[in-house]
């Protein structure tokens, strides 16, 4: 039946599809859940929008394909032409990277179980994804359109009566649909991964795993400050946090009492703090006066009902490019006290989360008008502009967030100048190709040869 024979690609990707988010976004809700039993002060709203991106992305080859079918014959012969090249670049930049990540810890993985092994890898997927996709998507855009103009494709369309904007249709489509996947990895999985990443090589180095390190955290209300040495990775699960100090204040912002101690466990069950190997110091006698010599006494344990728990303390401690969209609006809600500084850097990550996966949008402008060719040169020279511009673009994402993090810059403009930088590069350049005048000849005379 010619229904079947135009709709069964739809068809098979909305069943496999909706089959694998049938499995996933159960998995991804029970770790909402254990995350929201672990930090209750977390949004849940924010945390609860994870198992429907999982649906999302799962759903996105078969709206990919449905507009494909839809779409007309030219647009599904280019779709066809880029999606050959794209595989191509990306399935050569998975394997590079693999095998790069391979030989840099293969020293360490080799004492790891193989189950252990895989999971580290099947974490890395969506950090790896959001690193080889721009790359991939610039590469295989000048691939494509060098061949089409070389094979007077593209002077045939325009002849044809279509304009350059429409010709590039297929290729904004697709540089959404990438925008869309990406934005899904930044929400949480790919900082995820970055964390796990390091904790994990920490571990196999002979490292403690830990989830921070020398953090303080202090509460106004209950005059109490905390500095903690070490978290480890799975303290969630009722390992010991290690080297202590828990320091109590007056109204008088004097000392009352501390608590010094190697280890301290938190009984959910009964909100107490148990500290082991302890020194307690007493500043003041039970009705607040402060004494003129301090005492000390040592216990094996010591319990407090302090209300704090330890997903509470560790927060500060986070570093903010290992957090997702949900713990960055958390932390950002949570600690309006905290020193500027600190809350500059999480606001800039925040915005940049955000801001990253519409660089694959930026890239399909940018490449366009480099990859197109009109004469008979080739597409040589607006490769080497991309390769020059795309150098340009990896420094300014590394140097405008540190802008923001230092306050140089307002954390919104620092995590999108990249990209408003170069989508007027882009839209310069496309203008320039579509009234025919030269790219790479401009560029060149910029920088005289002698």
């Not at 969209?325 to 809600?333: A, F, M, R």
Request: glycine content about 6%.
């Amino acid at each position: 039946m010619p229904f079947l024979k135009k709709f069964w690609i739809p068809f098979t990707l909305l069943i496999l599809g909706a089959g694998v988010a049938c499995i996933l976004a159960p998995l991804e809700q029970l770790r909402v859940n254990e995350h929201l039993l672990g930090f209750p002060d977390e949004s849940h709203q924010a945390h609860g929008v994870r198992p429907l991106l999982v649906i999302a992305l799962c759903l996105l080859p078969f709206l990919a394909s449905t507009i494909y079918t839809f779409a007309s014959t030219i647009d599904r012969y280019l779709t066809r032409q880029f999606l050959r090249c794209f595989s191509i670049c990306f399935l050569a930049f998975l394997a590079m990277l693999f095998l790069m990540e391979m030989q840099n810890h293969a020293d360490k993985l080799n004492q790891a179980a193989l189950s252990e092994i895989f999971h580290f890898y099947l974490i890395q997927i969506p950090g790896l994804l959001m690193m080889i996709i721009p790359y991939s998507l610039m590469l295989s855009l000048l691939w494509c359109l060098g061949n089409m103009s070389k094979s007077q494709e593209i002077v045939s369309m325009i002849q044809s009566g279509r304009s350059l904007s429409r010709i590039m249709l297929p290729f904004i489509v697709a540089g959404l649909f990438l925008s869309l996947a990406t934005g899904v990895f930044s929400y949480h999985w790919a900082p995820y991964a970055e964390g796990y990443k390091r904790s994990m090589l920490k571990a196999l180095r002979g490292e403690p795993n830990t989830a921070a390190e020398n953090v303080g955290y202090g509460d106004p209300k209950l005059r109490r400050l905390w500095t903690v040495g070490r978290f480890p990775r799975h303290f969630a699960k009722g390992e010991p946090l290690e080297h202590l100090t828990v320091t109590q204040t007056t109204e008088a912002k004097n000392i009352s009492e501390r608590i010094v101690c190697e280890s301290a466990t938190w009984d959910k069950e009964q909100s107490l703090w148990l500290f082991k190997n302890a020194i307690h110091w007493r500043y003041a006698n039970d009705a607040g006066e402060p004494l003129s010599i301090p005492e000390a006494t040592t216990h094996d344990e010591i319990t407090r009902d302090y209300t704090e728990t330890p997903w509470q303390i560790i927060r500060p401690g986070l570093k903010p490019e290992q957090l997702g969209i949900p713990e960055l609006s958390s932390w950002i809600q949570n600690n309006p006290d905290h020193p500027l500084s600190f809350k500059r850097a999480y606001r800039t990550w925040w915005h940049f989360r955000w801001a990253q996966p519409v660089i694959c949008l930026v890239i399909v402008f940018l490449a366009a008008p480099l990859g197109i060719s009109f004469s008979r040169r080739g597409p040589g020279g607006g490769v080497a502009v991309a390769i020059f511009l795309s150098a340009i673009m990896l420094f300014c994402s590394e140097v405008f967030p540190t802008l923001g993090e230092s306050g140089h810059l307002p954390p919104i403009l620092a995590a999108w100048m990249t990209n408003l930088i170069f989508i007027l590069v882009a839209l310069v350049l496309f203008y320039r190709r579509a009234s025919g005048r030269p790219i790479y000849q401009t560029f060149k005379k910029m920088f005289p040869s002698h």
